[in-house]
């Protein structure tokens, strides 16, 4: 464990952005995290994961804690279920393809989703139906002020849509070093209910789908509609759906009848963010080194040397146009610094 000084960040977030961390030190086991932090009490610490869900805007002068504590395995079974525990520096993606060798069910939905399993609870990350909650049990974190460990439950976790109290209450306040889940071994419960599932299923004259299928139906329609941010700096879908009332859609209905919805409940309605941003007329664009996607309209775009400041100011212009256009204010999911 040595810490590294003006390193560049560019290689430890998705969007590619080139900053500098004054102080860099990578953390592979919890030992080694609870000494960095009981030697730098004093310090600013910044807590990095995979890179995957956030814009970095400024050079960063804190501590950062690059969480790389690797390790998978099953800590309890039955002949239906398996209790899998998973360290914090896994690849999301590749925990995954391991549960899908070992056919554990539960969360093939959530396939090809970038960035490290310890930040996966903070967002409750989720996709096509699935939601990381679905199957989580529990998550081990540390205090930061005082080095203890503490079990989070899901209760505890207090999970909403791409929420949980680790961006509430309790933020800035832990870093999670393993998450457990309870996946199915038998009679998994398959999600196709998301078209675009269906449809490839079809495609694929699948029938009487495996999870290794609803895997590869997912992945193939995410490569399909999302950039590689090893070929284009991104950071997936970078605003939430935002939820409006039924009577608001009403309204906007009769202007725009063909204005897809998802009913929440009997007063709330979903609304796709990247049909807002496509029928507001910034698909594919592309100002300087940044833009929009041109095959999803949620996916704001690196095409190079963009600053993180740039992303923000086209992100600023798309919920301004939003907000005129429709009277919805959108949320950023992903998180800036």
């Known amino acids: ?42 310090k600013e610490l910044f807590i990095l994961s995979g890179g995957s869900n956030m814009l970095l805007t400024r050079e ?51 396939s090809l989703i970038p960035g490290y399993v310890g930040s996966a609870p903070i967002q409750n990350i989720g996709a096509y139906g699935v939601e990381l909650k679905d199957t989580f049990v529990q998550c081990e974190a540390i205090h930061i002020a005082t080095g203890k460990e503490h079990v989070f439950s899901k209760e505890d976790c207090k999970f909403g849509y791409r929420n949980s109290i680790f961006k509430n209450e309790v933020k800035g306040e832990y870093i999670i070093t393993n998450v457990t889940f309870r996946l199915t071994k038998t009679n998994h419960s398959l999600n196709t209910k998301y078209g675009a599932i269906e449809n490839a299923l079809i495609d694929k004259k699948i029938k009487n789908p495996s999870i290794k299928d609803i895997s590869e139906a997912v992945i193939l329609i995410r490569q ?39 009913i929440i409940d009997e007063n709330q309605v979903k609304v796709p963010a990247g ?63």
């Open 60 to 110: 960063l002068n804190e501590l950062v804690l690059h969480i790389a504590i690797k390790g998978i395995k099953v800590t309890e079974e039955s002949d239906t279920h398996a209790l899998v525990s998973v360290n914090a520096g896994e690849n999301w993606h590749n925990f995954v393809e391991y549960c899908i060798d070992q056919d554990y069910g539960g969360i093939e939905n959530l």
């Open 275 to 337: 049909w807002l941003i496509e029928a507001s007329g910034f698909k594919g664009k592309r100002w300087g080194e940044v833009g929009v996607h041109k095959k999803q309209a949620l996916v704001l775009v690196n095409y190079g040397d963009a600053k993180g400041t740039d992303i923000l100011e086209l992100s600023k212009k798309i919920k301004a146009e939003i907000k005129q256009k429709f009277d919805i204010n959108l949320e950023t999911e992903v998180n800036i610094i």
């Open 1 to 42: 464990m040595k810490i590294e000084y003006h390193k560049s960040l560019k290689e430890y977030n998705t969007f590619g952005i080139d900053v500098t961390a004054h102080e860099f030190v990578t953390i592979t086991s919890k030992s080694e995290l609870k000494k960095i932090l009981s030697q730098n009490k004093e």
């Open 224 to 262: 399909s509609k999302l950039p590689d941010p090893k070929k284009i700096g991104n950071s997936g879908s970078f605003f939430k759906n935002p939820v409006i009332s039924k009577s608001h859609f009403s309204l906007l209905q009769k202007k725009h009848p063909e204005m897809p919805s998802y």
